[in-house]
């Protein structure tokens, strides 16, 4: 019995993060408070970065908890303390939440089929990487530079439309 | 069900979550952060697709993921700021006004 357990342990801890992540997904729908939403959030990806980790893709662990829990999600809350949100009143949900409702058991439908039908054999196992983060290093540095070398190529944009964004609003302020 | 079909279906069920947050939700920083969860969502499929193919290419995707993750966050929070600053409130039908 132990030694069952134990054998599927790995399987039994991939889902428990299945399961937390899909809760956590889920709480970020009904709970009214941005803080709130934001801390669902960031369960969800801590338990992806679990998921990555129990799959043997650990630099992809690494950055998401790094890029996606470390600066996305601190940055979101602090723009969320900065602004003192608080829904007290009013509706939490559009007028598409019947639209919309009706598209997620849609699309909830398309998961259950595309799931139980047999997916191709895999060539690889999964839980068994054949790449680490040197052969990622390799493949990213040699086959994928042009991708490299755009993703500093949007960066920069990126830092350029934020100040874009913060002149034009000094500029309103002042004129 | 085998464990790609698990994580496939985690994967559709992150996206479609998210998918519906951003329809429903009227607060724009919970509809940002619905987008996120559907990158998420992506990015998990792309890891287990990787893992089928035994290949890297995968994972080079996801990594360019993050990074549009972090520029696309970089540009929505000003302009939500800006927003929330000219309008009082975060909540999606005071932008009705806003023009291309």
């Known amino acids: 019995m132990i030694e069952t357990l134990l054998a599927n342990v790995d399987t039994l801890l991939l889902l428990f993060c299945a399961f937390g992540a899909l809760g956590g997904a889920a709480l970020m729908l009904v709970l009214r408070q941005p803080m709130r939403v934001?801390?669902?959030?960031?369960?969800?990806?801590?338990?992806?970065?679990?998921?990555?980790?129990?799959l043997g893709v650990h630099f992809i662990a690494?950055?998401?908890?790094?890029?996606?829990?470390?600066?996305?999600?601190v940055f979101m809350v602090y723009v969320i303390m900065l602004l003192e949100v608080r829904e007290t009143a009013?509706?939490?949900?559009?007028?598409l939440l019947i639209p919309g409702a009706a598209g997620f058991l849609a699309l909830l439908g398309a998961i259950v089929i595309s799931v139980w039908r047999p997916l191709p054999s895999p060539i690889g196992e999964i839980g068994d990487t054949s790449y680490g983060i040197a052969g990622f290093s390799v493949a990213f540095l040699g086959e994928y530079w042009l991708l490299f070398e755009l993703t500093s190529v949007l960066l920069v944009a990126a830092v350029v439309a934020a100040l874009a964004v913060i002149r034009v609003s000094r500029g309103s302020r002042h004129g | 069900m085998d464990r790609t079909q698990l994580l496939i279906g985690v994967a559709v069920a992150l996206f479609s979550l998210g998918l519906v947050g951003v329809v429903v939700r009227r607060n724009v920083l919970v509809m940002l952060m619905c987008m996120e969860l559907m990158l998420n969502g992506v990015?998990?499929?792309?890891?287990?697709?990787?893992?089928?193919t035994a290949t890297a290419a995968g994972?080079?995707?996801?990594?360019?993921v993050f990074v549009v993750a972090t520029a696309e966050i970089a540009i929505a929070i000003p302009i939500v700021l800006l927003l929330a600053r000219r309008k009082r409130t975060l909540d999606i039908d005071a932008y009705v006004d806003l023009k291309g």
Request: cysteine-free.
């Open chain 1, 62 to 73: 690494a950055f998401q908890v790094l890029i996606y829990v470390g600066a996305v999600m």
């Open chain 1, 90 to 95: 009013g509706r939490r949900y559009s007028g």
């Open chain 2, 59 to 64: 994972a080079v995707l996801v990594f360019l």
């Open chain 1, 38 to 54: 934001a801390m669902a959030l960031i369960t969800t990806m801590v338990f992806l970065g679990a998921i990555y980790g129990l």
């Open chain 2, 43 to 52: 990015n998990l499929s792309l890891v287990t697709f990787a893992q089928q």
